[in-house]
């Protein structure tokens, strides 16, 4: 936008036009010409006409070579003035501190002005508000993990975005953590994440420290006592750590994991381009190892890699896959035809079960089928959907039911009816009736 000059005749000019023209002038030097040239004997007509300002200008920095300074305004009223010591005392006496319910109160009483300059107004007047503590407990090395599951929204390769699900673990004493993105916030996944990142940062602490989410804990009864998920506290027993509990509304005792994530998010997230969910999780493992565990911990001032090296001989052992396997089974259902869906392939089982809920245990190679404690069905695993793999012997020793027999057509004698045969004016009449009594 180009600015535009004020007219350099003087009383054409405003004030402000005025002020914004007497510190141009100072400003670009010509408040030293005037007295330059005045004291090379030019008069003031002289000045002014060399210049280009007017006699009057010339006459004033002459007396005065400073900044010209613009008249203070009197302050504006305030909307609020009529309202403030009512105000004051509903807020100091009556202790109504919502600057709402005092605008609606206003209002009623003729305020039309904003809610901005009210709030600003009630800001000093506020008791001041006490800040929260909270003591940072350190743990022992070996002694605790921390894990939090969030949602996030990914960007792939060609554009697309995702809504996943990061699994973050975080060793409280050395701040060693682990990332994983799952498709789903299931149990089968959310284990299978505890595996894995217990297999990476290099064995079990003896808790962990969970907030009161629905794949730890169900509910609590009326004693207020947590009633675990049967089958995750089981997995627990089997690996060997104890379930810990934030206490309810009080998340911020996890904060070590929660400040992980929030550092995934922020340093990771936005810089990952992967081509699937497999990649996703080959390029969050490779971070945590170069980037969030090499880094100074702003907590220790160490690299969180170097406790680790520490931690690691206070860890306990990760039981075999073998005494695992069976807490990273999915449940799914036999359908009528003795297939099971699973990402997207079916996988037959023996023509029994349909209709039954059975397990789906899998490797990276294969896919097992398990009733209970019996494995019903062994296959290669498809790595592409859409595949159909049939069990030998699948539909052995079911019942066939024969074809329906073709019905053979019946010959049956019609006996002679007689058959009156009335005058042709007879039907006429009747005809005629129906429609006489159509038409009515």
Known sequence: MEMTHPPTNPRLQTPGQRVWRLRTLLEGGKVKEIHALYRDHYSIRGIAKELGISRNTVRKYLR????????PRPPRPSKLAPYQEYIKRRMLEDGVYNSQVLLRELRAMGYDGGRTILKDFMKPLRPPRPVPSTVRFETEPGEQAQVDLTPVVLVLADGTQVRLWAFAMVLSWSRAGYVEFLP??????????????FEQLGGVTKHVLYDNTKLV???RNQQGQPEWNQRFLDFALRVGFDIRLCRPYRAQTKGKVERFLRYVQENFVPSARPTDLEDLNRQARLWCVHVANARIHSGTHERPADRLAVERGFLQT????????VFLRESRKVGRDGFVMWQGSAYGVPWCYAGQEVQIQATEDRVEIWAGMDRIAVHPRAHAPGQRFVLPGQWEGIETVPARRPREAVIRAVPDVNVEVRPLAVYEHLVGGLSYAGGR
């Open 64 to 71: 005065n070579p400073g900044l010209p300074q613009s008249k």
């Open 184 to 197: 789903k916030a299931d149990l089968p996944n959310f284990i299978r994440a505890h595996l894995n990142a």
């Open 217 to 219: 804990v169900t509910g």
């Open 318 to 325: 990760l039981p075999s896959p073998e005494r695992v396997a």
